[in-house]
């Protein structure tokens, strides 16, 4: 007896929409079980975003995944040496110390320069202090001497050491706020020099106000090249930093080889204080929770891949994990051979500066907490065009635009980077 093709056919496609059906019917199933999470619809929205400016400021990166923003563009220096007048040299010196770490640094570097080239004084390349008793390193242990050096000619002289005859515990030491002026030096840092001849700085800090001021001299062009013209890492530390950053891009494939760094240290946020509102209403700092919750209900997705600054993972951090599966500590991304050096050391001087560049060089930086590491950090983003800086809040609804969150001193431009890059 021969088989009818027809009835074959109509067979097979009954048999085929039997089972598409049963495929739609679980697959609906599991999609009522999935909770979204806040601001899982606006991955769709930032799936196809156009490019978008906000004051001439903000723009989202085109066709990427979650609301990523480009660079911004590139400023120049605003200094030049050439338009220094010069100085009469004394035969006096001025020596200082780095501490507190690189965010400290930066402005110590700039106050010690600043003063010594009023005061016609060689500057002595400063060593580096930790926070406990005892700790202590050479400039060169971190950062690239040579640079420092070379950076500095024809603004201020600069010796590697105090010459032997002159004994560091007979130095009379000032001190200088941050952001040190003219008229303070002549007040209070010249007639100390005049009668000592050599002098020992020490920057305390009354503010890590970083906002530029409406008055431009002289010692803020100074001040412009010694922050912004003099640092960069030693060769050995900015290898570490340039492997890791590759490491995270390697994690990052699905967002282009973009990530986050967010500032977020455990033992600060259990300060007490930590949590008080300011004027403003806005938090001092957010926990990781907060901070989980902001980035999801901005559009980021779980895939997107997360730097935390946090040195080694603390049980707290697990609810940002939950949300955002790829968030790292340096514990996850440090070269094996180098853990030992960099992260098991008693040396967190190092664990600080990682940080700093770390931050300083991810696509998007998160300050979870306030203060100077966020004001110098957005220093430097600023200085080298990368002014993708988002300050937390508390969103009330389900999702918001990232670009209400751009840190005010992006979009105000009232950042003293500003000041200093055309």
């Not at 003063?115 to 700790?135: H, K």
């Not at 600069?158 to 941050?178: C, G, W």
């Not at 106000?209 to 001040?223: E, G």
């Not at 993972?313 to 599966?325: A, E, M, Q, R």
Request: charged share 25%.
């Amino acid at each position: 007896m021969g088989v009818d093709l027809r009835q074959v056919v109509a067979g097979v496609l009954t048999l085929t929409m039997f089972v598409m059906l049963g495929n739609m019917i679980k697959r609906e199933h599991f999609d009522s079980l999935h909770e979204k999470l806040p601001g899982e619809d606006q991955d769709a929205q930032f799936e196809s975003s156009r490019l978008i400016e906000q004051d001439g400021l903000v723009r989202l990166a085109k066709r990427s995944k979650g609301p990523w923003i480009r660079d911004g563009e590139l400023l120049k220096p605003c200094w030049t040496k050439t338009a220094l007048d010069e100085v009469e040299q004394s035969k006096g010196f001025v020596t200082f110390s780095l501490t507190n770490g690189p965010e400290y640094h930066v402005s110590q570097i700039a106050d010690a320069v600043v003063v010594a080239r009023y005061l016609g004084a060689t500057l002595v390349v400063p060593d580096i202090r930790g926070s406990n008793p005892g700790d202590k390193w050479n400039f060169e242990d971190i950062y690239d001497a040579e640079k420092f050096v070379k950076s500095l000619d024809g603004v201020v002289k600069v010796a590697k050491e105090l010459p032997s005859d002159i004994s560091i515990r007979n130095l009379a030491v000032v001190k200088v706020p941050n952001r040190v002026t003219e008229d303070h030096i002549v007040e209070n840092v010249e007639p100390v020099f005049k009668e000592k001849n050599h002098i020992r700085l020490a920057t305390y800090f009354p503010t890590v106000n970083m906002r530029k001021t409406a008055q431009k001299s002289t010692i803020d062009t100074v001040a412009c090249m010694a922050m912004f013209g003099t640092l960069e890492l030693q060769s050995e530390v900015s290898e570490v930093v340039d492997s890791m950053i590759e490491r995270l891009r390697t994690l990052s494939r699905k967002s282009d080889g973009k990530f986050i760094a967010v500032d977020l240290r455990v033992e600060i946020l259990e300060n007490k204080n930590c949590h008080g509102s300011g004027a403003s209403g806005r938090k001092s700092c957010y926990n990781a929770q907060e901070i989980a919750l902001f980035l999801r209900k901005v559009g980021f997705d779980k895939d997107t891949t997360i730097y935390v600054t946090q040195s080694r993972w603390d049980d707290t951090l697990d609810v940002l994990k939950d949300i955002f599966p790829k968030t790292h500590t340096k514990e996850s991304i440090l070269p094996a051979d180098k853990k030992s050096k960099f992260l098991e050391s008693e040396n967190s001087e190092l664990e600080k500066v990682i940080d700093f560049y770390m931050c300083s060089q991810s696509d998007i930086f998160v300050p979870a907490i306030s203060g100077l590491f966020y004001a110098n950090v957005a220093g430097k983003r600023i200085a080298s065009g990368k002014d993708q800086i988002i300050v937390p809040a508390d969103i009330s609804g389900t999702s918001a635009l990232i670009t209400n969150y751009i840190s005010p001193y992006v979009s105000k431009k009232n950042h003293l980077a500003y000041s200093c890059f055309c």
